[in-house]
Nanobody, 124 residues
Framework: QVQLVESGGGLVQAGDSLRLSCSASTPAFNRSAMGWFRQASAQERESVAAISWNGDKQFYADSVKGRFTISRDNAKNTMWLQMNSLKPEDTGVYYC?????????????????WGQGTQVTVSS
């Protein structure tokens, strides 16, 4: 069973930074593209960033480009999302996922099963 555990969220002010972590307990992590998604209240889950299996390519939604950085360390089975210059519209629950594809800079999740996520709240 694939287990992905997100952490690092919190309540911050606009302009602040947060670093999210995704810890994986599956060997599939090391050979899979990975992505970060977020879901704001009453909105659909959206892809915000994706990274190739070996970390050499990164993809971002236009709304976060230049502010967020996705990275991974396969030796540690961990992926991160560094979020700078946070805005109130970045508020939501953030999830990580194994991807089956990256299309138009957006991750397509392999599964419809999601973990607990980590809450990010940005106050104005």
């Amino acid at each position: 069973q694939v287990q992905l555990v997100e952490s690092g969220g919190g309540l911050v002010q606009a302009g602040d930074s947060l670093r999210l972590s995704c810890s994986a307990s599956t060997p599939a992590f090391n050979r899979s593209a990975m992505g970060w998604f977020r879901q704001a209240s009453a909105q659909e889950r959206e892809s915000v960033a994706a990274i190739s299996w070996n970390g050499d390519k990164q993809f971002y939604a236009d709304s976060v480009k230049g502010r967020f950085t996705i990275s991974r360390d396969n030796a540690k089975n961990t992926m991160w999302l560094q979020m700078n210059s946070l805005k109130p519209e970045d508020t939501g629950v953030y999830y990580c996922a194994i991807l089956r594809a990256i299309v138009a800079n957006r991750g397509v999740p392999l599964s419809n099963s999601w973990g607990q996520g980590t809450q990010v709240t940005v106050s104005s």
